[in-house]
């Protein structure tokens, strides 16, 4: 078959650590669906700071661009935290979304059975939660206008949160069919009341709404959004929303799970490339010890498989791998009831990689 | 004593219902307490669009002017919500906000012992949560320029975010302020890895941090902290931030302490003025049927006694009167367990009365 390039960016933390578990993953799907890859590693983040002088080398980016996905690991760490804006982590991070055209961000909150207790909701809230929420990435008030001017009120500070007609319905129908594919509702999420990019916003919802008449569509505001996830989660299927709103809810989301060290995201362009990662942080505090917990990872290739490669067979034996390694009661020390009893992230690595 | 003025605005659904229980409380407390109050009703939200024709008419806000304090019910409804912007309840909020100054919004969030199990968190980690959220409210991307220009990829809209160094100093001052007359621990919420107003509101932070030394302060991310709010409720104590994030945050922090119905909010300027407010919306489903709960109303009249006028013994009478009727285990039916228990809006009214 044809040999699918992907660039792997680890990054800082714990970043390489869990990358190294997920590209075992990628080899033994080779071995065993006759799938070919070809990895090419590249500096991003804090390393890429301390090393090219840059969060984004220019190398790095094409890379990317000849690859057919990217897998990242995590960025960021508190050595660079107190940077000016161009030498940190972050910068490169919106920097390659940019540059990549990744104007979408699928942040799937499921929770795991086996980490149910580890949410701070009552399973009886929690139970059938299983959402997805649909982040535009790309726009609004990450990439518009920034600048300071001074008045006679000492110095102001000036964001601006723009958005175009095109940018809302690239977004909004990719979250329709996505909501076509799983429970058919979709709930799209503004400040109409307050924002002019929200009215817009809900006009172009409303506009697309007609295509996808088997799709229930609520429009929430977003204070309210904050509200009844909380209250409702399980009755929540697709949420789309703007950049800004879509950061603060996907991790709202997340969180409630209980999940959040196990979760995945993908941030998809035109066509089908994507880029991987896991939902959580660098976790700089533990890292090069063995200690993190690989999951994310290895589940953003079985997602990176279904979503830009189309090898739904390899994903799903990811997915059950996985399982079965949670359901035979392994764990690494981040979900582990008895922490004496964890095992380190090689461990995990390589009892997933035994049970595909 | 001196006679403190009280402009009352009823406005739409359970708004009238509910304020009509806190103004026999007022009644109550003059009796009691000596205290002389004249209230002037004002018209505002739905019901002033109905009947003059904008939802901030100039009248009720000369009434408001020469008050010293507000009490407001609850805006808004379905019959107004496709209504153009100038016609909308909602920009008669945010045109009293502006027009009287008030650039603070104060929302405590605290649990209620009976209404503990009514939250979806599970107990243990709500045990203790009693938090304060301090909202910036004439600012930011609520009151910055607003516009549609036509552009290659359609109409696009624009909404600006600006803040000026005298805005941020005076909201962060407050909240230092009472931070230090609580558990002297203040949470200052931002994206300053992405927006520049953020990066101004924390030097203004950290300019300000010196002279509130017996103050902990710590940065939260707004992504971060809509997660830790989840995570560890009881852990914070004053978190301050900008209009827009305090409009969510303080919205998922009301939700998680399972109170909603009861919780009371205060919005204020210079000096001691301040418009008080449940936080409940105007619930129009129930409204006109004596279901509502009138006793965040109430409760904003305590805390309008605290903290315009001082009057900490009529505050404290009447939170103690709350107190005693709800241990006695009376409830409106919103948090009644057994419904065909219940009593109605004017009986809970009535009863509070008594107890003061
Ligand atoms: C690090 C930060 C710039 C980023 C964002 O806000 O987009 C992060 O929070 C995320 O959600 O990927
Ligand atoms: C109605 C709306 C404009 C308002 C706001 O966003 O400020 C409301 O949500 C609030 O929090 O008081």
Redesign the interface.
Known sequence: GEVKKIAVIAGDGIGPEVVAEAEKVLKRTEELFGYKFETEHALFGGIAIDKKGTPLPQETLEVCQRADAVLLGAVGGPQWDNNPKEL?P?TGL?GIRKALGLFSNLRPAVVFDCLKDAS???PE?LEGTDLMVVRELTGG??F?E???RD?E???????????????V?RIVTQAFEIAQKRRKKLASVD?A?????S???REVVNEIAPKYPDVELEHVL???C??QL??RPSSFDVIVTEN??G??????A???TGS?GMLSSASLGEGSFGLYEPVHGSAPDIAGQNLANPIATILSVALMFRMTFGYADAADAIESAVASVLNAGHRTSDIAVDKSQAIGTKEMGDLIVAAI
Not at 193 to 197: F, I, K, S, W
Not at 247 to 252: A, F, G, K, P, V
Request: aromatic share 8%; charged share 30%.
């Open positions: 940190r972050e919106l701070t909701l009552k809230v008030i990450y518009g920034k600048f300071r008045t009120h000492g110095q102001e500070a000036v964001d601006t949160c723009a958005y175009n007609v095109k940018e319905e400040k009341n307050v924002l002019e990019t009215r817009l916003w977003v204070d309210n904050a509200m909380l209250r800004m709103f950061d603060i809810l996907s991790d709202e997340a969180m409630l959040i």
